[in-house]
């Protein structure tokens, strides 16, 4: 297995690949502890699904496969979504939660038809649109790592940036009002984060599982600490942690999907945290309440035995 991974990582595309899905975990991790806070996971995956009909239109309109181009149509649709799920729960009696799903099915049922219009077009390079939904990091190639590489790396910047403004909004929005920040704009700026963050992934990750690199990392480091600026440390590394085992695992057979591995490793680690953090782990709290149930259970006997010798 050793000279299997030795053998993997020595080719220039799969450390291409790695590259890209190390520094796609970070800004998954460090934009998906935020959204989870500030209780805006599933706009994540709305938007995940949502970017499918912006990548299919702009192929139709351009006739050809390049990567930026249909990276800027998936923003694009993306945050259309986010935009009709803030007006329909703003201006309707539909509650966010619904009209996420609402969206999500609607932008995702669009794509889907789109893709099938796409697949029985004549234009000859269409070749790859499907791994768009499920994800194909092997595909992966030096431009397509570098403008990963920048747009994490900005996503990154940004965030630290204004690490204290989006931590006064999301803990104490009446604060922040209070303090004349822009909360709009700050609501505005965060979701084009976030929409940017999982248009950068789909082509590695794909659409239907990208939700879980911003929702699985941030879930896990939140049971590590109750701190904002660790948890956002610790999403981003778990995030990198699934990338390289993720890649890694996937090197052991031809095939294999990237995308999923990288899902799989993050759901490990979720689990392991479940289980072994050292506050809220489940097995955690059970080895405490065996001790205490212990010493109270001693203090019970001593107490017994000392009103026997009175």
């Known amino acids: 297995?050793?000279?299997?991974?030795?053998?993997?990582?020595?080719?220039?595309?799969?450390?291409?690949?790695?590259?890209?899905?190390?520094?796609?975990?970070?800004?998954?991790?460090?934009?998906?502890?935020?959204?989870?806070?500030?209780?805006?996971?599933?706009?994540?995956?709305?938007?995940?699904?949502?970017?499918?009909p912006g990548i299919c239109v702009t192929f139709l309109l351009?006739?050809?496969?390049?990567?930026?181009?249909?990276?800027?149509g998936a923003a694009i649709s993306g945050l259309l979504a986010t935009f009709c799920i803030q007006a329909i729960s703003s201006y309707s009696i539909i509650k966010e939660d619904t009209a996420i799903g609402l969206v999500l099915s609607v932008f995702f049922g669009l794509g889907i038809v789109l893709l099938t219009k796409v697949s029985q077009s004549s234009v000859g390079n269409k070749s790859g649109l499907n791994d768009f939904i499920f994800g194909q990091a092997a595909a992966l190639v030096g431009s397509d790592v570098k403008l990963m590489a920048g747009a994490a790396a900005l996503l990154t910047v940004i965030t630290w940036l204004l690490f204290k403004e989006l931590k006064v909004l999301t803990f104490d929005p009446e604060f922040a009002k209070g303090l004349g920040l822009?909360?709009?704009?700050?609501?505005?700026?965060?979701?084009?984060?976030?929409?940017?963050?999982?248009?950068?992934?789909?082509?590695?990750?794909?659409?239907?599982?990208?939700?879980?690199?911003?929702?699985?990392?941030?879930?896990?480091?939140?049971?590590?600490?109750?701190?904002?600026?660790?948890?956002?440390?610790?999403?981003?590394?778990?995030?990198?942690?699934?990338?390289?085992?993720?890649?890694?695992f996937s090197t052991f057979g031809t095939g294999l999907a990237?995308?999923?591995?990288?899902?799989?490793?993050?759901?490990?680690?979720?689990?392991?945290?479940?289980?072994?953090?050292?506050?809220?782990?489940?097995?955690?709290?059970?080895?405490?309440?065996?001790?205490?149930?212990?010493?109270?259970?001693?203090e019970l006997v001593l107490r017994k035995e000392g009103k026997s010798c009175q």
């Open 1 to 52: 297995m050793d000279d299997v991974i030795k053998i993997s990582l020595a080719d220039a595309n799969t450390q291409w690949v790695l590259l890209g899905t190390i520094l796609l975990g970070i800004s998954s991790g460090v934009l998906g502890s935020i959204a989870l806070l500030r209780k805006q996971s599933l706009i994540g995956d709305a938007v995940a699904h949502a970017s499918l």
């Open 62 to 72: 351009l006739g050809e496969k390049s990567l930026f181009p249909l990276l800027i």
């Open 182 to 248: 822009p909360k709009k704009l700050l609501n505005f700026v965060f979701l084009t984060l976030l929409v940017s963050a999982i248009v950068v992934g789909i082509q590695a990750v794909g659409v239907i599982l990208m939700a879980a690199m911003l929702i699985t990392p941030a879930i896990s480091a939140r049971y590590w600490t109750d701190s904002l600026a660790r948890m956002i440390v610790l999403s981003g590394v778990f995030g990198a942690i699934s990338g390289v085992f993720g890649t890694i």
């Open 258 to 298: 990237t995308g999923p591995f990288i899902v799989v490793t993050a759901t490990f680690i979720f689990f392991i945290s479940l289980l072994f953090a050292p506050e809220r782990g489940l097995l955690t709290k059970w080895v405490k309440r065996l001790r205490l149930n212990k010493r109270l259970q001693h």
